[in-house]
């Protein structure tokens, strides 16, 4: 048969290549579905935009380890089931940066075309932060640039630093985490193994439910025996926290205009009745007055 293209880029552990071939999760699931479905896999190394540009000209005809984005789903078809979750993280050099608002003026070295550069970009974006963005084509480039002082913060997944054990004493890990975002094989959405898609969701459906299979012992590799704080569950519940304080602040800060509004209301009414009310008075003595001193009076229509 002949050979499925690949696109496989720099991702460790998740999927990545170095002199002894190709490895990573999303490389032991599809080696093990190649397996059992007689698929001959010719894996093809690129960076992350040059993966993007020949699957979308049919060079290749699948990709490891693609995040879902509107810009994406139009050109590639993806498979249902996720086969990793990751999240934003960012490192700095600056022991000053705790918290988002921290990273406004400095220099953020990010990943081309990728998932994470996207949302962080758009998050500041919504928290009116300006910022300078470095881009590079892969993380131990960002990471390079940031150990050399040429950049204050890295934006990368939280996956890649599982490897990363020696970032130097002048880099650290900072509290700010972001987009929670799965990862997925995609194909051409026109492309003649758009169908590959439907048996790869069957395939990785059960290796999710058989405790022995690839997803669980890469699991145990890289995180078995060691206490992991920020796990997937922890930041989608985070991130579901965030957007309800967030409802809860809007809806406080309405409520709390509304109750204004109407403190003000209310007394430029009782003002308006104590108007009235003396107006009133004051055209009941003037009455009075005429009725007492015989004075008439006259109306022109």
């Known amino acids: 048969t002949t050979p499925l293209k690949v696109g496989i880029f ?11 071939g190709e490895k990573g999760l999303f ?14 896999v010719d894996y093809v190394r690129c960076e992350l935009h040059d993966c993007l540009q020949q699957l979308a000209s049919g060079q290749l005809d699948l990709m490891t380890s693609l995040g879902i984005t509107p810009e994406r789903l139009q050109q ?15 490192y700095a050099r600056d ?27 758009k ?81 990785v459906k059960q290796f999710k439910q058989d405790p022995q299979s690839v997803l669980h012992s890469f699991e145990k590799k890289w995180y078995g025996g060691r206490s992991v704080f920020w796990t997937t569950q922890k930041i989608v519940f985070l991130s579901i926290g965030l957007v309800v304080l967030s ?7 309405r409520n709390r205009t509304l ?14 009745q104590r108007a009235e009310l003396a107006l009133r008075a004051s055209e009941e003595r003037l009455l009075e007055a005429q009725e007492i001193a015989r004075l008439g009076r006259w109306e022109l229509d």
Request: hydrophobic share 45%.
């Open 123 to 203: 998050l500041l974006i919504e928290f009116e932060i300006s910022t300078h963005y470095v881009e590079f084509d892969n993380y131990e480039s960002v990471f390079e640039a940031l150990r050399e002082g040429k950049i204050d913060a890295a934006a990368v997944n939280n996956t890649y630093v599982l490897n990363e054990r020696l970032l130097g004493d002048e880099v650290h890990r900072t509290p700010i985490v972001f987009n929670p975002f799965s990862a997925y094989f995609a194909a051409s959405k026109h492309g003649p193994h758009v169908d590959k898609l439907a048996v790869i969701d069957r395939l």
């Open 76 to 90: 590639f078809a993806f498979s249902k089931e996720p086969v990793w979750t990751f999240w934003g993280t960012i």
């Open 10 to 20: 720099q991702n460790k552990p998740i999927v990545y290549y170095d002199s002894e």
């Open 259 to 272: 109750l204004t509004l109407n403190r003000r209301l209310a007394a430029s009414l009782a003002e308006l």
């Open 247 to 253: 409802i809860i602040g809007t809806m406080f800060w």
């Open 95 to 121: 022991f000053d940066i705790h918290g988002i608002l921290d990273l406004a003026g400095k220099r953020i070295g990010v990943r081309k075309e990728n998932n994470t550069t996207a949302a962080l970009k």
């Open 27 to 40: 490389v032991e699931v599809l080696d093990q579905i190649a397996a059992q479905e007689q698929w001959t």
